[in-house]
C-alpha cells in the first residue's frame, strides 16, 4: 500500500460550509485525476520526469508475442495496468472535514512508487509520498478549477 | 513560448519558467492522449481505420504514439525570456516530430499539430494554467486583491508533511475572488 495525507484546512476551511464538501469532492477529484494521468502513462508526481519510463524489453517481446493479449495489453502507454486491480484499489478517507488521505491498496502500489518493479527495480512514481514532493500542476489546476466552481455555485 | 517574468523576483525566475515548462510538456501529453491538440483551433482526424487495426489493435485515437519514443523526447528548454518547447535535434526524433507538425512544409502526413507555430498558441486552459503558475510566484504586492495568494507552491512543498492546501488556495480563492 501507499498513501500520502491531504490537508485542505487553510484553503476551504476559510469558507466555512463549503469544507465538508469540498474535502470529499477533493478527494473525488484527486483520485480521478491520479488515476487519468497513471492510465495515460504519466506520474502524478511533480518532477517525476512526466512519463513513466518505458517497459523493459522482455516485457515488451513478452506483449508482442501475445502473452498478455486477454488483458488487451499494449506497449503504450506505461499505465501500470493489466488486470486493473492496482488502480481500481485507490482509496480515500475524509479524515476531517479538512483533511483526507489518499492511496493505493494494493500492495503492487508499493513496488512501483518505492521498490522498483522487475529485475532491473524500475521506479514509476504513483503518489508524492517523499518529503517535500507534490502532484503536478496538471492536477493541481484541474481539482482547483472543480472546487473552484464548486464554490462559486454555493456562494451564487 | 515568452513570459511575462517581470513582477517575479529574479531568484524566483528559473523556478517559475521550469514548472512552466513541466505543466505545458504534461498538458501537450494529457491532449494528445485524448486525441486532441493542445494548439488552438487544431483538430485531429481520427486514424485511419486500415492503419489503426494493422498496428495499434484497432484503437483510432490519434494519440501519436507507437513505440513512444518521440513524445518520450518531448521536453522544454528555459531561455532568457521564458520556455522553448518542442522535440529537439539531439533526441534524433525531430525529423518524426515534423512529420506530424509540418512546420518544415514538407511532411505528407496528417496534419496533427502539438506544438504551435509561431503565429499559433495552445489552448485557452493551457494558457490559464501558465498565469497561475506564474502569479505564485509574484511579489505579495503584484498579486491583486487577493491575499490569499501570498503563499506559494514552492514553500508549500517543503512541508514535512504532505499538504497541498497552501497548494491550492491559489487556484481556489484566487479564481474565487479574483
Do not use: C, W
Not at chain 1, 512526466?50 to 495489453?73: H, L
Not at chain 2, 504534461?26 to 482526424?45: A, C, H, M, Y
Not at chain 2, 483510432?60 to 518521440?70: A, F, H
Request: glycine share 8%; hydrophobic share 35%; no cysteine.
Amino acid at each position: 500500500m501507499a498513501s500520502v495525507k491531504v490537508d485542505f484546512s487553510s484553503a476551504i476551511g476559510q469558507i466555512g460550509e463549503f469544507s465538508k464538501a469540498g474535502a470529499k469532492i477533493a478527494a473525488e477529484e484527486l483520485k480521478k485525476e491520479i488515476v487519468i494521468e497513471i492510465s495515460e502513462g504519466r506520474s502524478p508526481v511533480k518532477s517525476q520526469g512526466g512519463r513513466f519510463q518505458g517497459y523493459s524489453p522482455i516485457y515488451k517481446t513478452a506483449i508482442d508475442n501475445g502473452r498478455y493479449s486477454n488483458f488487451n495489453k499494449r506497449k503504450r502507454p506505461v499505465n501500470l495496468k493489466l488486470t486493473g486491480r492496482l488502480l481500481r484499489s485507490i482509496f480515500s478517507d475524509v479524515i476531517s472535514s479538512s483533511k483526507i488521505r489518499i492511496g493505493f491498496a494494493d500492495q503492487l502500489a508499493d513496488i512501483h512508487n518505492r521498490e522498483g518493479a522487475g529485475k532491473s527495480k524500475v521506479v514509476r512514481r504513483m503518489l508524492p509520498t517523499n518529503q517535500g514532493e507534490t502532484f503536478t500542476d496538471t492536477i493541481l489546476f484541474r481539482v482547483g478549477t472543480k472546487l473552484s466552481r464548486l464554490a462559486k455555485k454555493i456562494f451564487r | 513560448m515568452s513570459l511575462d517574468l517581470s513582477k517575479i523576483p529574479s531568484e524566483s525566475r528559473d523556478q517559475a519558467k521550469s514548472d512552466v515548462g513541466e505543466f505545458v510538456v504534461n498538458e501537450i501529453l494529457r491532449s494528445l492522449s485524448s486525441g486532441t491538440s493542445p494548439v488552438k483551433g487544431q483538430t485531429f482526424d481520427k486514424l485511419n481505420a486500415a492503419y489503426a487495426d494493422e498496428m495499434k489493435g484497432g484503437y483510432r485515437t490519434p494519440n501519436l504514439e507507437l513505440e513512444g519514443d518521440m513524445l518520450d523526447a518531448l521536453t522544454f528548454e528555459t531561455t532568457s525570456s521564458g520556455i522553448t518547447v518542442g522535440i529537439f535535434e539531439d533526441s534524433g526524433q525531430a525529423d518524426k516530430a515534423d512529420g506530424h507538425n509540418n512546420f518544415s512544409g514538407k511532411s505528407k502526413l496528417p496534419l496533427r499539430r502539438f506544438i504551435p507555430k509561431s503565429d499559433e498558441e495552445f489552448k485557452g486552459s493551457i494558457n490559464t494554467g501558465v498565469r497561475q503558475i506564474l502569479n505564485r510566484y509574484k511579489r505579495a504586492d503584484d498579486k491583486g486583491s487577493s491575499s490569499f495568494e501570498a503563499l506559494s507552491l514552492a514553500s508549500a512543498a517543503l512541508e514535512p508533511d504532505l499538504t497541498i492546501d497552501d497548494i491550492l488556495k491559489p487556484f481556489l480563492l484566487g479564481d474565487l475572488f479574483g
